[in-house]
Every structure is written in C-alpha cells, then in structure tokens.
T-cell receptor
Framework: AQSVTQLGSHVSVSEGALVLLRCNYSSSVPPYLFWYVQYPNQGLQLLLKYTSAATLVKGINGFEAEFKKSETSFHLTKPSAHMSDAAEYFCAVKSRDDKIIFGKGTRLHILP | DTGVSQNPRHKITKRGQNVTFRCDPISEHNRLYWYRQTLGQGPEFLTYFQNEAQLEKSRLLSDRFSAERPKGSFSTLEIQRTEQGDSAMYLC??????????????FGPGTRLTVL
C-alpha cells in the first residue's frame, strides 16, 4: 500500500531563506506524487506533481521538488521564502485505484 | 468561477442532528471525491463517484454517512445523528475523465462542520 511521511509538523524559516519541506514515500509501484498547499480556511491547491516524466518538477509560486528513488524522497524546496508562503503543505501519493493518500502536513511559518 | 464549489462553507449543529453538504464539481468532470480532514491531519478519503455510480466507500464512512450523486453532476453528503467526533472539514474534489494515471483532482474550499 502507498503512503507518505512528512518530517516535521512545523517548519520556520526567515523571509528570503531557503524553504525545505521533507517527504518520504512508500510504494510498491512507481508512484505518482503531489505537493498541495492549503491556506487558512481554504481548500487544497496543487503546487506540483511527479508523473515519472522528469525527476525535477517545477511548480507554481517558485516551488520545485526532486524525486529521488534511491532515497524514496520527494522533498519540496523554494530558494527564497516569501511571507505569502505561510501555509500548510501536504505531500501526497496517488493510489492505483485513484485515491489520493495525504501526509499529515507541514505548517510553514515565515519569520520577518 | 468555474472551480469546485461547496455549500455551506460552515455548519454548526447540535449532537444528534442531521446535516447535508453539497458539492458542485467542475463541469464535465466525471469523477467526484469526498475527503474528511480533522485538525492537524491530512485529508482522508471517504468515497468517490464516477458519474452517478458510487465506486468505493472507505471504512471511515460509517452507516450514519451517505453520499449521492443522482444525475452525475452535483453530490450531497449526509451525516445522520451527528456526533462530536464528526467535527471536521469535509472536502470535495473532482477530476476529468481519466487520462492515464495522472489526472489531477481539483479541490473545493470545504465545509467546516462543528458538532456541539
């Protein structure tokens, strides 16, 4: 069965600093992986997705993620944090029967 | 706005009451999903429809929960005899006809249920 584990329920970075949100996956088949962002009292917005075409995936708002099979990881990064990046971020994997299985989320805090 | 819409956005009810939520998917999306998100957790799958057919129900969906999508367009999720443990954000998502395994799910803003 597929699953994802997000390391760190809260991450704080200074404005302008590198953002790194960690995600490890477990899957018996080549995974389809996603990162979603959720702003307060809103639904989920897709940041980016990995579909086996390229290991480095670029998303919206300057985010990107790299698929590393050897490490079973799909960490999310952004070179320079902005105050507007403060939100909750979810790593997710798509199951073979089309369900999306989410991690528990990482709340990103941006320090001025 | 052509995104997924959900109504109401917030619902406060007393324990034991019935509640019903509505989801309107993106036009021509044939798949519709319901998820539940409790505080501090990621969304968890509840059920999904392909057109009007309900194809799968999670074991999280107790007998008090029922979902319908009568004409293959909007969907309703009803909770009977609500319990405090039902308090959560209920998210709806829709996706277009499957294109490989990468069709994206588009999420609505959710309905936040508070059971007193």
């Amino acid at each position: 069965a597929q699953s994802v584990t997000q390391l760190g329920s809260h991450v704080s970075v200074s404005e302008g600093a590198l953002v790194l949100l960690r995600c490890n996956y477990s899957s018996s088949v080549p995974p389809y992986l996603f990162w979603y962002v959720q702003y307060p009292n809103q639904g989920l917005q897709l940041l980016l997705k990995y579909t086996s075409a390229a290991t480095l995936v670029k998303g919206i708002n300057g985010f990107e993620a790299e698929f590393k099979k050897s490490e079973t990881s799909f960490h999310l990064t952004k070179p320079s944090a902005h105050m507007s990046d403060a939100a909750e971020y979810f790593c997710a994997v798509k199951s073979r029967d089309d369900k999306i299985i989410f991690g528990k989320g990482t709340r990103l805090h941006i320090l001025p | 706005d052509t995104g997924v819409s959900q109504n109401p956005r917030h619902k406060i009810t007393k324990r034991g009451q019935n509640v019903t939520f509505r989801c309107d998917p993106i036009s021509e999306h044939n798949r519709l999903y319901w998820y539940r998100q409790t505080l501090g957790q990621g969304p968890e799958f509840l059920t999904y429809f392909q057109n009007e057919a309900q194809l799968e129900k999670s074991r999280l969906l107790s007998d008090r929960f029922s979902a319908e999508r009568p004409k293959g367009s909007f969907s309703t999720l009803e909770i009977q005899r609500t319990e405090q443990g039902d308090s959560a954000m209920y998210l709806c998502a829709s996706s277009p006809p499957r294109q490989g395994a990468t069709s994206e799910q588009f999420f609505g803003p959710g309905t936040r249920l508070t059971v007193l």
